[in-house]
């Protein structure tokens, strides 16, 4: 956390005790660390780090998601489990986990003896599954965004090239995002007479190329403004002063934006009727939300009094009113039919080494429907110098991505990959279209279940050993992955846990065992447990 945001929350802080919402006497939680005990949760930027268990690892909650999912939950591989209903100050240390809340008791106890167990425990009782999925087609088919290829200038012109060459170079059509500034302006979520001459039109031919079409939006509002005025003369901004009387200028990546109030009915009300005039109006399918990260809360009054996660919970939940969405930002909201997208990656192995991590940490906090960060990374500044991009990179990316729950796409493979690295990456999305049906399979047992989509080894086989394997993962319960996520391997060991596993290569290896395999770049190594 900066010092300007640290600074900010301790005037909400402040704030929120002058109003008498914080108890006198903490709720507080020492825990002794088992032996060979590991512990998950918390972030998932963290997934990185995870488990948790062994050196200093610290991390306060609240006003604080990490840019990404968070879950007041910690689950341990001994199958014990700690639960809060508001933001919790974790921290391991000297053999101690040590956990205060400032706003809610902090439950905890033993649910069986495995992290499987532990998990099925805590979802069954503080976030059920809903029973519903995401749109499907998130799952079936690849997405793509036009973020990296037209940045700030998106248009209608340069998005139809971007569709037309996806089907021309092989690639299966799927769920087009277009990404921010398509609009007129913040909050005013119409497209923009000077780069689109017809969106109806342009949305039409989308579709009869056999995409969905997603916009990118967000709750800010630039000030001075109609809009503006308009919701600042209804009082459904949030407001810097506790009287209510001058709205809140909150500095995002972006600018300096005002930003609408969802603890006010009025003001949900108005967020969604943008989105649902999109639909009506234009046929747009769905939404890519972005932002609603807690600290843009920090220091502001609203309607309602609540703390900085909860406005980001209230987020995440315009989102169950569209099937076809994707968040980036996520409080509490597990269990729920919504597309969690890693945070953005730069263009390294570093970032393409957190993926799986990051994914398995997702699906450990109850967010079953996962997706990575775009192919090759999804920070801009990544790609503004063409020199630096790297093929293997974008070709192990995309074999990463291939047969995790969902894929996505942002720089254009046709642009800045060979002939054969292109050839490699196309395969990769067709592989993933063609074991749709079985991810969507899978995915909607999740639904009911709760369970990860995309696995840890520990979760799936445990006391085996696997705790701390980040390189592999399983699809449901009878696929095996095991990407390669270094540059220049060409062999790799996977571990095999018990009974007979066929691979892409058609070879058949009894488990459990620990295996070195040939990776050449055009291989990803996938493996089907037989019956």
């Not at 903490?26 to 949760?41: C, V």
Request: net charge negative; charged share 25%; glycine share 8%.
């Amino acid at each position: 956390m900066n010092s300007m945001i640290k600074v900010m929350l301790t005037v909400f802080m402040s704030v929120m005790l002058i109003n008498g919402q914080v108890p006198a006497e903490s709720y507080k939680l020492e825990l002794k660390i088992l032996q060979d005990e590991h512990w998950w949760g918390g972030a998932v930027v963290d997934g990185r780090r995870m488990p948790y268990g062994n050196g200093y690892f610290s991390y306060n909650q609240l006003g604080d998601v990490k840019g990404n999912q968070a879950q007041p939950l910690l689950i341990s591989d001994k199958g014990r489990y700690v639960w809060s209903e508001e933001p919790m100050n974790i921290e391991f240390a000297d053999g101690l986990l040590r956990l205060t809340s400032r706003f809610a008791k902090i439950d905890h106890g033993q649910a069986g003896t495995t992290l499987r167990e532990a998990f099925l425990y805590v979802g069954k009782r503080y976030f059920p599954p809903s029973g519903k999925i995401p749109h499907p087609d998130l799952f079936t088919h690849p997405q793509y965004n036009t973020w990296i290829e037209l940045q700030y200038d998106q248009n209608e012109k340069d998005i139809l090239k971007y569709a037309r060459d996806i089907l021309a170079n092989g690639f299966p059509p799927g769920v087009l995002m277009i990404d921010d500034n398509w609009q007129v302006d913040y909050g005013n979520w119409e497209f923009s007479p000077e780069r689109f001459d017809n969106p109806g039109a342009m949305v039409d031919s989308l579709q009869a190329m056999g995409f969905k079409v997603m916009l990118w939006v967000c709750p800010f509002i630039s000030p001075d403004s109609e809009v503006y005025r308009d919701l600042a003369s209804r009082g459904v901004l949030l407001y810097e002063d506790a009287e209510k009387t001058r709205p809140a200028i909150v500095r995002w990546w972006n600018g300096a934006s005002a930003v609408v109030d969802l603890t006010h009915p009025e003001g949900r009300k108005w967020y969604v009727d943008q989105l649902s005039h999109l639909q009506k109006k234009y046929g747009v399918d769905g939404f890519k939300l972005d932002a609603g990260d807690p600290e843009f809360y920090l220091n502001t009054h609203a309607h309602k009094d609540v703390l900085p996660n909860e406005h980001t919970r209230l987020h995440s939940a315009i989102g169950l009113s569209f099937p076809l969405n994707e968040f980036r930002a996520g409080w509490k909201m597990a269990g729920q039919a919504l597309a969690q997208r890693l945070r953005d990656k730069e263009h390294t192995w570093e970032h393409l080494q957190e993926l799986i991590p990051g994914i398995l940490a997702q699906g450990l906090m109850g967010y079953a429907f996962t997706c990575p960060d775009m192919i090759g990374g999804g920070e801009v500044d990544s790609f503004t110098d063409s020199t630096i991009l790297d093929e293997e990179l974008i070709v192990r990316s995309a074999q990463s991505h291939a047969l995790m729950p969902m894929m996505q796409f942002s720089v254009a493979p046709w642009r800045v990959l060979s002939p054969r690295n292109l050839k490699i990456t196309r395969d990769m999305a067709i592989l993933h279209q063609r074991l749709g049906d079985e991810i969507l399979e899978i995915a909607r047992a999740s639904a009911i279940t709760g369970e990860p989509v995309a696995r840890s080894m520990e979760y799936m086989f445990p006391h085996r050993g696997y705790w701390n394997i980040r390189d592999q993962f399983m699809l449901g319960e009878r696929i095996l992955v095991a990407p390669v996520v270094k540059k220049g391997q060409r062999s790799r060991y996977v571990h095999f846990p018990p009974g007979r596993w066929r691979g892409d290569d058609g070879r058949v290896v009894t488990g459990p065992a620990h295996v070195e395999i040939d990776v050449p770049l055009e291989r990803l190594p996938w493996f089907r447990k037989l019956r």
